[in-house]
């Protein structure tokens, strides 16, 4: 079973179970795996930082307030907060062009954030692949934690 | 006033203007690659990301996007999407080559299908600031080449514009009788400024 995750969104699942995320761009996809449990979670994150905005609807935007916040969840349902592990795909910078008000880096100030989130709840990154220009959907297995990313011109990878 | 508070009166009327002005857009785009260009009368509406990414294709897409931000008197962003078939046979057109040449985009399709951008919102804006005495400046194409969802969360997002709904006019355009080129125009603003371009055109 393939469960979808939105935009600002995040689901759990366990194995035998693979969640997706479709066209990740400048927004960064966070999963969360615990290799005993085989329960996984993944999360599509747009903004780093929720503290720059005073009407905060939906914590799984930010990095700052999502990674926590799935972290929570997946101990509800007997993930292991020591035994996670996390894996980060994202943060691209789709467009060229010289209007700086809309080229401000979005993408590599999401990586940096939730490197430093996950840094803080002491999660270790297993594996990475960020920054560049290109699109990127991510799908996380919670048979073993493997996640696949595909891009454009049949392009997959697989950390 | 909210986001959904636009009356139907109002939408109408923000249509016409888009009308005339892609009307005016269209023509020439024409002129630049020497064929007749069909367009749908554009529509004026409230869409969620997911309903933007549903009109065009899926999330994955392979299109041409095409930015560029509206300043002045009418903030808002301007943006063309073509899907990747499309974009090379606009680049054949446009570059005067055989149809069925372009198979990639190099640096000099790419600055062909931003000329596109650059053309069409040139005579948009020029158009309706004619019309309403308002002030209009265009900011510099932006290009990407990607998946439909990657490129357009991303514009969005820069834009802090990925809240709720937006407020969307779009139409599809024809540059082929034929139908094998096919995009989409999207105008993203806000309320504020529908309601400056209404007392400006006397409502």
Request: aromatic content about 4%.
């Amino acid at each position: 079973m393939e469960l979808q995750v939105g935009i600002a969104d995040y689901k759990i699942t366990r194995d035998p179970g693979r969640l997706i995320t479709l066209g990740l761009g400048s927004c960064v996809g966070v999963s969360l795996y615990d290799p005993l449990t085989k329960i996984g979670g993944l999360l599509h994150v747009m903004l780093p930082d929720s503290t720059q905005f005073n009407n905060v609807n939906r914590p799984a935007k930010f990095a700052d307030l999502g990674i926590p916040l799935l972290v929570q969840e997946l101990q509800k349902k007997g993930a292991g907060g020591r035994r996670l592990q996390a894996k980060l795909v994202g943060g691209a910078q789709m467009f060229s062009g010289l209007d700086d008000s809309l080229v401000l880096n979005i993408g590599q100030r999401n990586v940096e954030k939730a490197r430093a989130v996950l840094k803080e709840l002491g999660i270790k990154i297993l594996a990475e692949e960020v920054g560049g220009n290109r699109g990127r959907t991510m799908i996380l297995d919670t048979a073993d934690g493997k996640v696949i990313v595909r891009m454009l011109g049949n392009v997959q990878k697989v950390i | 006033m909210n986001d959904r508070e636009l009356s139907a009166g109002e939408l109408d009327a923000l249509q016409e203007i888009s009308n005339i002005g892609m009307g005016n857009a269209v023509t020439s785009l024409a002129q630049l690659i020497n064929r007749r260009v069909e367009m749908r009368v554009p529509r004026a509406r409230f869409l969620s990301f997911e309903e933007v990414i549903a009109l065009v294709g899926g999330y994955e897409e392979l299109v041409a996007c095409v930015s560029l931000r509206l300043l002045g008197d009418v903030p808002g962003i301007i943006l063309y999407l073509f899907d990747g078939r499309s974009a090379y046979r606009l680049v054949d057109l446009l570059l005067g080559l055989p149809a069925g040449t372009t198979d990639a985009l190099d640096e000099m399709a790419e600055s062909a299908v931003k000329e596109v951008g650059n053309v069409l919102t040139g005579s948009f804006v020029s158009a309706i600031s004619q019309m309403t005495g308002l002030r209009m400046i265009t900011a510099v194409p932006l290009f990407a080449f990607d998946m439909l969802g990657a490129v357009l969360s991303s514009l969005l997002v820069a834009a802090g514009r990925i809240e709720d709904a937006v407020l969307v006019i779009e139409t599809e355009l024809f540059p082929d009788q034929s139908g094998q080129i096919k995009g989409h125009f999207f105008l993203l603003t806000e309320p504020g400024v529908i309601t400056r371009l209404m007392s400006a055109l006397g409502f």
